[in-house]
Nanobody, 115 residues
């Protein structure tokens, strides 16, 4: 069983920055891929960024050049640095662990970007 706890969300003005964190329980963190997804009201959940156990990263086109995903295996933590935020980035952001026996999701953290 893996538990994921996100933090770092909040209200920010357009053009601002936030850093999200996701701490994972368990001893298999370094073996799993980690991802950030988001879901805006009335929309489907979408992938924002992901990082494999080997450190390979992928980003949604909408966030390339503005967001950066990273991981610290010693702290069982994955981060999402979000810069140049736009109102359309407003959503609940979810952390996801993949590549193990099953996928796990966190409960989400709200990010609101005001114009």
């Amino acid at each position: 069983q893996v538990q994921l706890v996100e933090s770092g969300g909040g209200l920010v003005q357009a053009g601002g920055s936030l850093r999200l964190s996701c701490v994972a329980s368990g001893s298999t963190f370094s073996l799993n891929g980690m991802g950030w997804h988001r879901q805006a009201p009335g929309k489907q959940r979408e992938l924002v960024a992901r990082i494999t156990s080997g450190g390979t990263t992928n980003y949604a086109d909408s966030v390339k050049g503005r967001f950066a995903i990273s991981r610290d295996n010693a702290k069982n933590t994955v981060y999402l640095q979000m810069n140049s935020l736009k109102p359309e980035d407003t959503a609940v952001y979810y952390c996801k662990s993949f590549g193990g026996i099953r996928d796990y999701w966190g409960q989400g953290t709200q990010v609101t970007v005001s114009s």
